[in-house]
């Protein structure tokens, strides 16, 4: 919800960093491997009980992953760098949750109900992307919800900060994905039966 509302106050700021990027010869495919890289360690860093450090790399990620959006657009986008986009933004989110449920095994319980609920939503996100004939600025079509990528990484820095009332957070997180995909499946009813 975030991402589609907010996403024109940050887009100034994304433009000059894919133009720098683009300038010093990166390629969005470049740059989505450094957000990648830079992500996964996040989930490194929360297994260690660096919880600043993975808050730090997690969102620096997020905003690599803005960039390169900014850059395939400014350039030409590829299918494939689609692919590594979507796929590696939640490998990033599945790492800092398997950081956390290897830190505090007790939960891992809970923490694999999350991943669970986040590929539902996924699945759901990206089979609706794949079959509507809807258009979008992005490379297929996108489905808002409650539960976006800034949403997402806000739970997880709650998560990661917070880890006395890790349960309770992880719990919102899931109530959170539970919802956006029924909303999803909602507004797929709409568009598909047309």
Do not use: C
Not at 74 to 86: E, H, I, M, Q
Not at 111 to 133: E, K, P
Not at 151 to 172: A, D, P
């Amino acid at each position: 919800m975030i991402d589609t509302k907010a996403r024109h106050t940050v887009q100034p700021l994304l433009n000059k960093s894919a133009d720098a990027a683009l300038k010093i010869g990166l390629t969005a495919n470049q740059v989505t491997i450094i957000g990648f890289l830079v992500g996964i360690s996040a989930g490194g860093a929360v297994y260690l009980g660096y919880s600043w450090l993975a808050l730090a790399l997690l969102w620096f990620s997020g905003y690599l992953d803005a960039v390169d959006g900014t850059m395939a657009r400014k350039t030409t986008s590829t299918k494939f760098g689609t692919v590594l986009d979507v796929s590696f933004d939640r490998l990033v989110e599945a790492g800092i949750i398997v950081g956390l449920a290897f830190r505090f095994p007790d939960l891992m319980w809970v923490m694999l109900l999350l991943v669970v609920s986040i590929l539902y939503t996924v699945t759901i996100f990206l089979t609706v992307g794949a079959v509507a004939d809807e258009n979008s600025e992005k490379s297929f079509y996108y489905q808002p919800a409650i539960a976006e990528r800034t949403e997402g990484f806000i739970l997880l820095s709650l998560m990661i900060i917070f880890v006395n009332y890790l349960l309770f957070f992880t719990l919102l997180f899931l109530a959170v994905e539970l919802i956006a995909a029924m909303q999803r499946l909602y507004h797929a009813k709409k568009i598909l039966d047309k």
